[in-house]
Every structure is written in C-alpha cells, then in structure tokens.
C-alpha cells in the first residue's frame, strides 16, 4: 500500500515521501497514528507542492548552519555535571545536549546528526569534537567539570 509520510518514520523515511509499505502496516500503525495517509491524486499534488517547500527550507537552514561554523571553530562548550571522585559522571553527555549547547552558543539550529560522537562522554575534562554539515567539518571544545554539591 502506498502512503504519504506525514513526519518522519525511522527506517520507514523522511516527512512527506511517498512510500510502500505492507497494508497492515500502513492501517494499524502508520495511519491510526496520524504518520502518514494513504496516496490518493488531491493529496499527491498536494504533498509534491510541500516537497518542494520542505526542500527549500532545508536549503535555507544548511546555508545559515553553514555560516555560523565559522563561530564553531573558536566555540567552548561547558557542562557542569555530578561526577564520583574518580572524575566519572553519574549520566553521560549525549550528542543531543551538545547539539543544543553549540546551537544556543552560535545562534544556530543543529541536530544531534551534526555532531561527531560515537559515544555519550562520562569524565570529567576537555574534548576535542566535531560538527560536520554538508561535507564541512569544524573541530570545537568541550569542557566537562565537577559540581560542587
């Protein structure tokens, strides 16, 4: 069955792309959560005209994420976690609370995919890391310290 993506579905695909997937799959799951609704000619014209729209905006965001990696490169990011006194954390910084970091430190809307990390940090210190959009990569600087409680 044929179905217009209506946000993006993991290893199913992106918001507003136009998939097959089994029937049941589509009625009992996709559909009934309001993820997607089944092709039909009005509503295929309809979501051509916001592929388009969604491309374009797209275009917009690389562009400014673009610019503003001349800001990341001279970019320290600093977290103050709970940690033992070995210097571990008790929870981990994630690529998403780095992502949030760096966008609110540049003024600039990066997702956890921008980020380089293959794992969440959980000592205490300083990290070399990488953002990449596009096929552009900037280093930048993580500091990870202690809290006093």
Known sequence: ??????????????????????PGYARNFLIARGLAEAVTRTNAKRIAELTKKREIETKKQVENLNKSLTKVASTIL????????????????????IAMELGRSVSASYTADHI???????EIGEFKMNVIVGDKK????????????
Do not use: C, Q, W
Request: no cysteine; hydrophobic share 40%.
């Open 78 to 97: 600093t977290f103050i976690r709970k940690a033992n006194e070995e210097g571990h954390l008790y929870a981990g910084v994630t690529k998403d609370d």
């Open 138 to 149: 900037t280093e930048f600087t993580v500091k990870i310290e202690k809290t006093d409680e």
């Open 116 to 122: 380089e990390l293959e794992k969440p940090l959980k």
């Open 1 to 22: 069955m044929k179905v217009i993506l209506l946000s993006d579905v993991t290893k199913v695909g992106k918001k507003y792309a136009i998939v097959e997937v089994a």
